[in-house]
C-alpha cells in the first residue's frame, strides 16, 4: 500500500505528465481566473442586494403579489359547460338530459327526414351535455360512451349514415349503462 512509485500507482505518473502540459497550465490558469470572477460577481451581488432600499423592497413585493393574484383566477377556472362541485341531484339530471339528447339525436337520425346540419348539431349537443356529467364513479364509462359519438359524428359527415346510426345505438346504450351504473354505485 504504502509510498507512490511506479510500481503501485503508474497513474500518479500520468497525472503529473499532465499537469505540467501547456494545456494544462491554460486550463488551470483559466479555471483560477474564472473562479477569481465568479467570487467577485457574488460578492457584488451580495452588496447589491443588501443595499436595497426599504421602497424597493416593497414594490417588488406587491409586483409579485399582484403577479400571483392575477394568475391564481386562470389555475382555478373550470373550463366552460363545468359544473363546480356538482351535487348528486346534478349528476342524475345530467345523466338523464343526455340520455334524452342522445335518444332525440338517434331518432333524427333514423327519421331520415332531419338535414345533415341539424344531426350534426344535435350530434354536437349530446356531446356537451354529456360533458356536464362529474361524477368518478362513471366518468370512465362516459367517455367511452363519448367515443361512440364521435365515431358515429364522424361517420355521419363522411355521409356513412348506417354506420352512424349503429355507433349512436351503442352510444345510447352506454350512456343508459352509466344510468345505471350510477345509481346501483
Known amino acids: ?37 465568479h467570487q467577485h460577481y457574488f460578492n457584488h451581488l451580495n452588496k447589491v442586494r443588501f443595499k436595497m432600499s426599504s421602497l424597493k423592497k416593497l414594490v417588488l413585493a406587491a409586483f409579485v403579489s399582484s403577479a400571483m393574484l392575477a394568475a391564481a383566477p386562470v389555475v382555478v377556472a373550470k373550463p366552460a359547460g363545468k359544473i363546480a362541485n356538482q351535487t348528486q341531484e346534478g349528476v342524475k339530471q345530467a345523466l338523464l338530459d343526455t340520455i334524452a339528447v342522445a335518444e332525440e339525436t338517434l331518432a333524427a337520425m333514423k327519421g331520415g327526414d332531419a338535414d345533415k346540419e341539424t344531426v350534426m348539431a344535435l350530434l354536437k349537443k349530446t356531446k356537451q351535455t354529456a360533458k356536464t356529467i ?48 350510477y345509481h346501483n354505485f
Open 1 to 37: 500500500m504504502g509510498g507512490v512509485g511506479f510500481d503501485n500507482n503508474h497513474n500518479y505518473y500520468k497525472l503529473l505528465i499532465f499537469k505540467y502540459t501547456p494545456l494544462s497550465i491554460w486550463y488551470n490558469s483559466w479555471m483560477r481566473i474564472s473562479l477569481f470572477m
Open 134 to 181: 362529474e361524477s368518478s364513479v362513471v366518468l370512465a364509462d362516459r367517455d367511452r360512451a363519448l367515443a361512440k359519438v364521435k365515431k358515429s359524428r364522424s361517420a355521419y359527415r363522411k355521409d356513412q349514415h348506417e354506420k352512424a346510426e349503429e355507433l349512436m345505438e351503442q352510444a345510447v346504450e352506454r350512456f343508459i349503462k352509466v344510468n345505471e351504473k
